[in-house]
């Protein structure tokens, strides 16, 4: 079977109709349906987003993995990392987890680690200043 062919007997047996599956890809039923006929084949990207809409796996849809080059795939692997630490900071918000500040922790590590010995020394006294101010404490915090 081809991609087009899986795809087409996936969303069938799944029960979603064209339309349904385009409004979830944010795109136009025409444009979807030329996936399903074969006119046009998609990015390993779109492959993915599809195989979310269809709650299936990658390997489900994709028969000839040839067609990706090497550049494709580690484009998909950069964009799906990206991705998941975006849903996972998120989600950190949301269910009140400190997975945010450790994060923002990290990335000031590491501009810090940046920074010659005299930024170094320079950031040191400015976070110093800060916590000298009582709005900017946690313990002075509500």
């Known amino acids: ?12 047996n799944k029960g979603f109709s064209q339309k349904e599956i385009a409004e979830r890809l944010g ?4 444009s979807y349906a030329q996936y399903e006929n074969g006119k046009r084949n998609p990015k ?33 692997i950069i964009n799906d990392i990206t991705q998941n630490v975006i849903s996972s900071a998120e989600e950190a918000v ?9 994060l923002k922790e990290t ?6 680690r940046k920074l010659n010995k005299e930024g170094q020394d320079k950031a ?4 110093e200043l800060l916590t000298k ?7 002075t915090e509500e």
């Open 1 to 12: 079977m081809t991609f087009s062919e899986n795809l087409k007997q996936i969303r069938i």
């Open 27 to 30: 795109v136009s039923q025409p």
């Open 44 to 76: 390993l990207e779109t492959v993915r987003k599809i195989a979310e809409a269809l709650g299936v796996y990658i390997s489900d849809l994709v028969v000839d993995w040839k067609q990706y080059g090497s550049s494709e795939y580690a484009q998909d």
């Open 94 to 102: 949301f269910s009140g987890k400190e997975v945010m500040r450790d």
């Open 107 to 112: 990335f000031i590590i590491s501009d810090f």
């Open 124 to 127: 040191i006294e400015q976070v």
């Open 133 to 139: 101010i009582p709005e900017y404490r946690k313990d």
